[in-house]
């Protein structure tokens, strides 16, 4: 595995910071406009009104949008990574592909490796087995892209393709087939997704595709069972609920909170259906989150040793400092021999708890958090709002909304933010913005207004990411990512074996982390160690006879490989 820190591909390694992030959303917005003219084709030329017809063409056929949607992503992702396949470089990512290697080869947890804590690092439990920390699905789906693709960011970009393909499902559900095209096309052109870095969800490893298809699919599933209970829509709301189990389980449960309480008061409001419902849809559902449930404690069981016991858990339990919930208690501080590890976790860790324990700090972070996903997620669509007070009377649009807003605040109760937190409520977004676009067309009398409406909504949003880069923070990459992967091909030239130990200067960036080991370190060419005393390093280099032993002092000017022998004398 190799690293770069907050860059994801090298296409975009020439153009960094606000304005050129700009000029990519614009050049992406352009393109989302297609089929918003498509829809509004009445009040175009007659010459262009083909695309009208081509939109109704596509959009009639039950699978036609979400095939459509499906295909963009795909060729968007792929685009974008034309010239320079994704590598990680973010502590989440590293771990990620670690527990994807480990599923690749068929296993749930891994043996402890000899020496074990000259291999501790960030989210990697070494005891009592060596695991990630994280819900296995996302690991999953970059586990299938290794295992068909060789490649597991595949598996990134197929969860993606099929979480655009759900919202267009979804959105035919509750705004009819056409729209449905436009909620697709929507989701799967959304610049954010790919060139905001470093949280794009095609081009990163953390990426939130795979609980953006689960909230997708609950919600399409909510619609049709508020119609009629069916157990084809009822497998899609169980397989929805399944996916946010193993994504996100905390912020999948709080916003699905609405769903359950509209399927709740449907039971109770028909006593005539209450056993077709209890048979067609209750008895699905729980088959299948009994049966995720199982699979679950299983790997619980593998990793932990208890099956109610779950990684994160067990993880934040050996090494954490601060809390997960804003809510809850500080444990206490905990000391690690690795400096690096006790000032991420006792220092960074826990001075943003503190910091949000005050009701200003509280205030000043929740509005950092609330702008982050702002320029996120609507800020491109400002001139859809007019459509927002439009359906503040719309009771059926008023349930999407409360799953944004329930989705937004499991995340404001947590101690951190990311924007693939919120994925779970991401579909509702999308559906609930293209909502907005189709009430101004239909309540506008003139329609070409609504189009240019529509056009400087989506054309707004560079204004937007813009103004967000200049306050957000944005990082090109480092050189350490470079010199990482060019001591790995240095190293991947020379015969044999090598153990690489790791002598971080005392005030060494926590970001900047090289030891990251696949899930079968033993058997790894290059193993990436930490440096401990002279004893306990000699105790590693025994446990791995027959490698090439080498020093790396990574914060000493540019990174150079020095034998381990040599540096002795």
Excluded at 352 to 369: D, H, N, T, W
Aim: charged fraction near 15%; glycine fraction near 8%.
């Amino acid at each position: 595995m190799t690293g770069g820190l907050w860059e994801s591909q090298e296409v975009f390694r020439g153009a960094e910071g606000p304005a050129s992030r700009a000029v990519l959303s614009w050049a992406l917005a352009l393109v989302a406009l297609v089929p918003a003219m498509m829809l509004l084709g009445g009040s175009l030329r007659p010459k262009t009104c083909w695309l009208r017809s081509l939109a109704h063409a596509v959009a009639r056929p039950k699978w036609g949008a979400p095939l459509v949607a499906a295909l963009v992503a795909l060729l968007m992702s792929g685009a974008l990574t034309a010239r320079h396949l994704p590598t990680p470089y973010i502590h989440d990512e590293f771990a990620y592909l670690m527990q994807a290697d480990t599923f690749a080869h068929g296993r749930a947890a891994n043996p402890v490796p000899p020496e074990w804590r000259h291999f501790e690092t960030f989210h990697i439990l070494l005891q009592p087995t060596y695991s990630a920390k994280y819900p296995p699905g996302q690991a999953l789906s970059l586990a299938a892209g290794q295992v068909l693709f060789d490649a597991p960011i595949t598996g990134v970009w197929l969860a993606f393709a099929a979480a655009c393909a759900a919202v267009a499902w979804a959105a035919r559900a509750w705004l009819g087939p056409r729209w449905g095209l436009v909620a697709g096309l929507m989701a799967a052109l959304h610049p954010a997704f790919h060139i905001f870095k470093p949280f794009t969800w095609t081009q990163s490893f953390w990426g939130g595709g795979l609980a953006f298809l689960g909230g997708a699919l609950v919600l399409g599933a909510w619609r049709r069972l508020d119609r009629r209970a069916a157990i084809p829509a009822s497998l899609a709301l169980a397989a929805g609920l399944a996916i946010l189990a193993i994504t996100r389980p905390w912020e999948g449960v709080v916003a699905s909170l609405p769903v359950a309480a509209g399927l709740i008061a449907k039971f109770l409001n028909d006593p005539a259906g209450r056993k077709r419902f209890l048979l067609r849809v209750v008895t699905p559902v729980a088959a299948v989150l009994l049966v995720t449930a199982a699979a679950v404690a299983r790997i619980n069981a593998a990793v932990t040793g208890s099956a109610t016991t779950m990684p994160y858990i067990l993880y934040e339990q050996q090494y954490a400092a601060a809390p997960v919930f804003l809510f809850q208690q500080a444990p206490p501080a905990r000391w690690n021999e690795h400096p690096q590890i006790t000032s991420y976790h006792g220092g960074w860790s826990r001075g943003i708890f503190e910091k949000q324990r005050s009701p200003k700090g509280f205030l000043a972070v929740a509005a950092f958090k609330c702008f982050l996903l702002w320029n996120y997620f609507p800020g491109a669509y400002m001139a859809l709002v007019p459509g927002f007070f439009m359906l503040l009377r719309s009771r059926r649009m008023g349930r999407l909304s409360l799953v944004v807003v329930f989705g937004l605040l499991a995340t404001l109760c947590t101690c951190w933010t990311q924007p693939h937190y919120v994925a779970p409520a991401a579909a509702a977004f999308f559906l609930f913005t293209t909502a907005c676009a189709r009430r101004l067309a239909c309540c506008l009398k003139n329609r070409r207004a609504a189009l240019w409406m529509a056009a400087a909504g989506l054309l707004s949003s560079p204004v937007f990411l813009t103004f967000g880069g200049l306050i957000l923070p944005s990082r090109s990459r480092p050189a350490w990512a470079d010199e990482r992967v060019k001591i790995i091909k240095e190293l991947e030239q020379r015969p044999g074996n090598h153990l690489v130990f790791l002598k971080y200067a005392p005030l060494h960036n926590i970001n900047f982390e090289w030891v990251y080991n696949s899930s079968d370190i033993p058997s790894q060419r290059i193993i990436w160690a930490r440096m401990r005393d002279d004893a306990k390093d000699e105790r590693l280099v025994q446990a791995f006879p027959g490698r090439e032993v080498w020093v790396l002092e990574p914060d000493r000017g540019v990174p150079q490989l020095k034998l381990r022998e040599a540096e002795g004398k």
